[in-house]
Each structure stands twice: as structure tokens, then as C-alpha cells.
């Protein structure tokens, strides 16, 4: 079992930045694929972040096109910890975001694990 704790969400202006943890217990992190995810009211969970191990590569990240370039997604292994931070923030990223835990197979996350939640409220 994988226990995940978020922190850092809050209120921010538009245009400032904010970087959410995710803190693991219960097994090292070191062998799963990570992801962030965000829901706002009255739509539909989004994923915002991924990151997998490739051999011979090292850790990748993925992100939708709506958070590219803005949001960088990473991990110290050595605390267990994944990190989300997110700069250049618009009122459209307000939403409770979710850590989770998993694997990478057949070109797709699947995760198993997740966060209780850490809302990031962003105001204009």
C-alpha cells in the first residue's frame, strides 16, 4: 500500500506560481509512475502532469497541452516526494488537485493510488 499526502495548494494571483507536494509513505516511490490530476466543480478530473522511468533515459514527464510549458512535474526520490510546480497560473487552473501512484504499460498511466486533494484556488 502507497499512502499520499498533498500539500502547497492556496490562493494566488494570476500570473503567480505555486508548487505542490506529494509526500509517500508506506513504499519508495522510486519504482512508480506519478501523476497529478485536477478537478474543478462541475467537470470532469483532468490529468496535468506524468512522470515514468525509461530505461537507459531516466524519469520522462508528460502534460496536456494545457498546462505545457507552465507546469513542471519531478520527484526527490531521496524524500519520496513528487513535486508539482506550477508558474504563469490563470483563474482556469483553480481546481482541487490529486497526486497519485502507479504504472506506465501499454503507452498509458494506470493508477491505483491517490491523494486526498489540495485545492489551488487562482484569482484574477
Known amino acids: 500500500q502507497v499512502q499520499l499526502v498533498e500539500s502547497g495548494g492556496g490562493l494566488v494571483q494570476a500570473g503567480g506560481s505555486l508548487r505542490l507536494s506529494c509526500e509517500a509513505s508506506?513504499?519508495?516511490?522510486?519504482?512508480?509512475?506519478m501523476g497529478w490530476f485536477r478537478q474543478a466543480p462541475g467537470k470532469e478530473r483532468e490529468f496535468v502532469a506524468g512522470?515514468?522511468?525509461?530505461?537507459?533515459?531516466?524519469?520522462?514527464?508528460d502534460y496536456p497541452d494545457s498546462v505545457k510549458g507552465r507546469f513542471t512535474i519531478f520527484r526527490d526520490n531521496a524524500k519520496n516526494t513528487v513535486y508539482l510546480q506550477m508558474n504563469s497560473l490563470k483563474p482556469e487552473d483553480t481546481a482541487v488537485y490529486y497526486c497519485?501512484?502507479?504504472?506506465?504499460?501499454?503507452?498509458?498511466?494506470?493508477?491505483?493510488?491517490w491523494g486526498q486533494g489540495t485545492q489551488v484556488t487562482v484569482s484574477s
Open positions: 497519485a501512484a502507479g504504472v506506465y504499460s501499454a503507452n498509458s498511466y494506470h493508477y491505483n493510488y
Open positions: 508506506g513504499r519508495t516511490l522510486r519504482t512508480y509512475a
Open positions: 512522470t515514468r522511468w525509461i530505461a537507459g533515459e531516466g524519469y520522462y514527464a
